[in-house]
């Protein structure tokens, strides 16, 4: 009893270390920010428009949705593959499907829940790492998209999915009004509520989180689910904002996901996410392509500034833990 | 799922005789490739003929090569997602020597693998020695290869010998150079995961990092052998395919990375690490070149085959994690 009750107070004694560590990073990664952006702006007076830095956070919503959901499944030790499958088949099945703008949303959400399911079923119940269990209904995901469209999407994208994507209230674009009040629930949930202590308890050692009784299968079932309902969404967006409906929608976006959950100091062993770290390192990173094409550098510059900070926050973020 | 690791540290030795020895799992695959074989020549008179068989020969052998490449480093317990990036400038490195005689070919040969055999030695020695997960260290590399080959050549371009060519499309009495190649390489590998120090440490790291540490393992060496051995086997693949192609193609990689681990996992090698072998992959390669082919000669759209590859891996995973739960 007395070592059940060590291993239950542990991760809560190092909750108040890891806040301290989080702000530090918070602060760095703002701090990488502001240089980017300062460095740019020297270079070029145009960056600092307010148009263009609308832009910027513009093209950032979707990633962003989706970084939220890789977030809490890397908080559980796991790792979602299928997210950017998930973003083009609930958008092409979706729109194909219908015009009604309200039905297209609620098809698509139910697409990334039900994927989602499959992800959490197979790797709760079915012991499958999460690696293989995403990575396998990415493909399926990809057969069951081309099938349906034979190679060529159809249905028209109704206007209220461009007014989402790029319209704006009061000034403020709708996009990221949508992807605020994600954010935040996500940030109560994750912090605030019975269910994110025991979500964190349980990428922080599952052994404990079992023995204190809490309903570890359900949770990372919950939270695959989270991650393809977020994904459907951002699919949404990002169909909206390109203007077309298109089988590669969100193409590269899980690996951007889970570098950006990363730079933000989420950690593949578990346990460790923040909310406002992940979407920090993710405008860093949107950020970077509009600099490359900002400063007229070729575009495949972006790809080796990119890898290069994912490999060095990585490093960074190690050496940190350490001490 | 609590309780993964169920296999205790001291039982690394047993793993290693199993590596080598025919597993359930094994015959399920032989089972698999005979229905293959089976489907494919009741779908199509043109699967089951020589020709045919020659030709899958022909165009298993970069993912041959890369599967080996894989097998070795997820043995270890990581994981490698570079191919993407690093095999597209392997190739236009390769071809961008333009080498036509034989002196500048064993050049360009020699630069090729040093290179590889570089690049891969950089992914393990952050792994090792800084201790970033292997996942984010080589999807920051192949980023970046990616980057650094497009920069390099934006359009497949270079060239090689024409008698080099020739022997990437030469076959002794049917059989493809390459596949017999690959075939040597797979024997080699075996050998060595079997007789080698090198070998017998792999599994051990795999197993138990922390348990190889404590009996006296090199593991942080052993790491960055294994990345580099896997950097070396990429210049390979893509030394080959130049010479199947006739230029480098900086896409040349494109898919890699994910394509590499599907014949191992379905091979039964474990990705946790320390379980599995050579021999797996070997016939899992074959099991899904020979799908592959079989579906393209009956005219199933890619479509549904990659809905068959999904269904596969998700099955064989399940085969995998009911056995392991015995």
């Given amino acids: 009893m007395k070592a059940l009750l060590n291993n239950s107070l542990l991760p809560m004694m190092r909750t108040q270390t890891v806040a301290g560590s989080q702000r530090r990073e918070l602060i760095l990664l703002s701090l990488f920010l502001v240089l980017i952006w300062g460095v740019t702006a020297m270079l070029s007076p145009r960056f600092l428009s307010i148009d263009n830095l609308t832009d910027i956070l513009v093209q950032a919503a979707p990633l962003g949705f989706v970084v939220l959901g890789q977030m809490l499944v890397i908080v559980v030790r796991g790792l979602d593959l299928s ?46 790492t999460p690696f293989l269990a995403t990575l396998a209904t990415m493909i399926v995901l990809q ?25 704006s209230i009061g ?62 969404l951002a699919g949404l967006f990002l169909v909206g904002y390109v203007g077309i409906v298109d089988n590669w929608t969100g193409q590269g ?67 940190k833990s350490r001490d | ?38 489907l494919g020549s009741f779908g199509s008179e043109r699967f089951a003929t020589l020709t045919n068989i020659f030709n899958v020969q022909d165009q298993l052998v970069a993912l041959a090569i890369i599967a080996l490449a894989q097998t070795l480093v997820i043995l270890s317990g990581g994981i490698d997602l570079s191919f993407a990036g690093l095999l597209g400038l392997l190739c236009v490195f390769f071809a961008g020597f333009n080498a036509q005689d034989g002196e500048t070919l064993a050049l360009a040969f020699a630069a090729t693998l040093a290179l590889g055999a570089f690049l891969g030695a950089i992914n ?3 792994t090792a020695f800084i201790g970033v997960h292997p996942f984010i260290v080589t999807l920051g590399t192949s980023t970046i290869l990616t980057g650094l080959a497009l920069l390099h050549s934006s359009q497949p371009g270079g060239s090689v010998a024409l008698f080099f060519e020739d022997v990437a499309y030469a076959r002794l009495g049917g059989v493809p150079y390459g596949f017999i190649f690959v075939v040597l390489l797979y024997i080699f590998t075996a050998f060595m995961l079997w007789r080698s120090n090198f070998g017998i440490r792999l599994y051990a790291i795999g197993n138990n990092e922390a348990a190889a540490k404590v009996s006296g393992v090199p593991v942080k060496q052993t790491k960055v052998l294994v990345y580099m051995l896997s950097g070396l086997l990429a210049s390979l693949a893509a030394i080959y395919m130049v010479g199947r192609f006739g230029v480098g193609d900086p896409r040349a990689g494109v898919g890699f990375d994910l394509r590499s681990i599907t014949p191992v996992i379905v091979g039964g090698t474990l990705l946790a690490g320390g379980f599995g072998g050579v ?21 199933v759209s890619s479509f549904y085959q990659w809905i068959i590859e999904g269904v596969i891996i998700i099955c064989a995973v399940s085969v995998l994690v009911g056995r392991s739960k015995k």
Wanted: glycine share 12%; charged share 10%; net charge positive.
């Fill in chain 1, 83 to 128: 997210v950017a499958s998930i973003m083009a088949t609930a958008a092409v099945l979706s729109i194909g499907a219908n015009d009604s703008t309200i039905s297209i949303v609620l098809l698509a959400l139910a697409v990334g829940a039900i994927v989602g399911g499959v992800n959490g079923y197979l790797v709760a119940y079915r012991g499958v």
């Fill in chain 1, 143 to 167: 057969g069951i998209r081309f099938a349906y469209t034979k190679g060529a999407p159809g249905g028209s994208l109704p206007e209220t999915f461009r007014w989402m994507a790029t319209g």
């Fill in chain 1, 171 to 232: 000034g403020i674009p709708v996009s990221l009004i949508v992807l605020a009040v994600v954010a935040v629930g996500i940030y109560w949930l994750l912090m605030r509520t019975k269910f994110g202590y025991q979500l964190r308890l349980f990428g922080d050692n599952p052994q404990s989180a079992y023995m204190t009784g809490a309903p570890v299968r359900k949770i990372q079932v919950i939270v695959f689910v989270l991650s393809g309902v977020l994904a459907a």
């Fill in chain 1, 253 to 319: 976006y899980e690996l951007d996901s889970i570098a950006a959950a990363v730079i933000g100091g989420a950690a593949l062993r578990g346990g460790k996410g923040s909310v406002a770290g992940v979407l920090l390192a993710t405008l860093i990173l949107v950020s970077l392509f509009n600099i490359v094409v900002i400063l007229g550098l070729s575009v495949e510059f972006q790809l080796v500034i990119k890898g290069l900070l994912i490999v060095l926050a990585a490093a960074v973020y190690l050496s």
């Fill in chain 2, 1 to 38: 799922m609590i309780n993964t690791n169920q296999q205790s540290s001291s039982a690394w030795l047993g793993n290693l005789a199993r590596a080598v020895r025919f597993e359930t799992m094994h015959w399920v695959i032989i089972g698999l490739i005979f229905a293959v074989f089976a």
């Fill in chain 2, 124 to 126: 393990g020695a952050i």
């Fill in chain 2, 279 to 299: 021999l797996g992959t070997a016939l899992a390669v074959i099991l899904l070149s020979l799908l592959a082919n079989a579906l393209n000669l009956m005219n």
